[in-house]
């Protein structure tokens, strides 16, 4: 018998031993957990938004949740993000509970949240410099990390402009930019392509594959089931507030497109009814 063989039998008989290894298949697994969502439920008065919710995220996976509208997309990214308190269940960002200690997992997450509030009287530079200071981060990182976010996001341009003149599609590029100025490791992004343009779109999917590539996780929403399809290894489907179909991308859709898929799953209508004075074809 070789000596690891004879260490392995040892450990094997040695209780000690065992629940060390025990410990250590734990922590491993806990390791590969980003995101961790147990009984998630949020209610709004008489309407419960999110319904007991139980979802895991591995860690350097690149997730998106779909669903219709009003199925509860955005108030589980804002319980996810420390935004919104949950009415029970729990969160756990990288092992942490995030409403245990909220300050310490928003350290860990950038948020970019369905109606984000900017600073409109600071130029997209200064903005930037702002979050980077508010985050704790030195003079020279957030000078450094600035200058890189602008490029990386393409924001050259308009770096030098106010917030107040940026269109949409450019405060969300800005706000996207922000969220990574601090090196989160979870990144939680509401409809993080709404309003852009299909180059920056470009842009934004390079950024974020750099992002998981390097260990990081995103965690998105959107309605683009095309953008869906093309960027996430892992998709969740929402509907009325309640998780109803998630796995890995072929799991999800099988035979179809995502798009039919989630059609089939959401059984909209396929035609719109009681319309039908809508027609200007004979006048
Ligand atoms: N602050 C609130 N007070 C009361 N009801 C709310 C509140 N926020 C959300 N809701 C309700 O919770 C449900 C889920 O809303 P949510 O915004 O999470 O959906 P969503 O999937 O993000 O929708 P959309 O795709 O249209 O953005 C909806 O019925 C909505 O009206």
Redesign the pocket.
């Known amino acids: 018998m070789s000596t690891e063989a004879e260490s392995q039998q040892v450990d094997a008989a040695d209780p000690a031993a065992t629940e060390v290894a025990a410990k250590d298949d734990i922590e491993a697994t806990t390791d590969d957990v980003a995101l961790r969502l147990d009984g998630l439920t949020k209610r ?2 008489r ?1 419960t ?2 319904k007991d919710i139980t979802y895991t995220v591995e860690r350097g996976s690149f997730s998106g949740i779909v ?10 990214l804002s319980m996810i993000s420390g935004l919104l308190p949950p009415s029970s269940g729990s969160v756990e960002v990288l092992g942490d509970d995030v409403w245990r200690d909220r300050q310490g997992a928003q350290k860990r997450i950038g948020t970019l949240p ?1 109606r984000l509030r900017m600073f409109e009287q600071l130029t997209g530079a200064q903005y930037l410099s702002y979050v980077g200071s508010i985050r704790g981060l030195s003079k020279s990182e957030v000078l450094e990390r600035t200058e890189n976010l602008v490029d990386a996001f393409d924001l050259r341009d308009n770096v030098n402009r106010l917030v107040v003149d940026y269109s949409s599609g450019l405060r969300k590029k800005l706000g996207l930019a922000a969220t990574l100025i601090h090196n989160p490791e979870l990144l939680v992004l ?2 993080p392509l709404d309003a852009i343009d299909p180059v920056s779109a470009g842009t934004i999917v390079e950024v974020l594959e750099t992002f998981t590539s390097r260990g990081g996780t995103v965690l998105l ?1 959107s ?1 683009s089931m095309d953008f869906v399809q093309r960027v996430c290894d892992h998709i969740a489907v ?1 509907v009325d ?1 309640e998780l109803i179909a998630e796995g890995d991308l072929d799991e999800v859709r099988g035979e179809l497109t995502l798009e039919e898929r989630f059609r089939r799953i959401v059984r909209g209508p396929e035609e719109s009814e009681g319309l039908d004075w809508l027609d200007i074809s004979f006048r």
Request: glycine content about 22%; overall charge negative; proline content about 5%.
């Open positions: 709004f008065g309407t938004a999110v669903g219709p509208n009003g199925a509860g997309k955005t108030t589980t369905d509401d409809e929403s309605h929402i507030g």
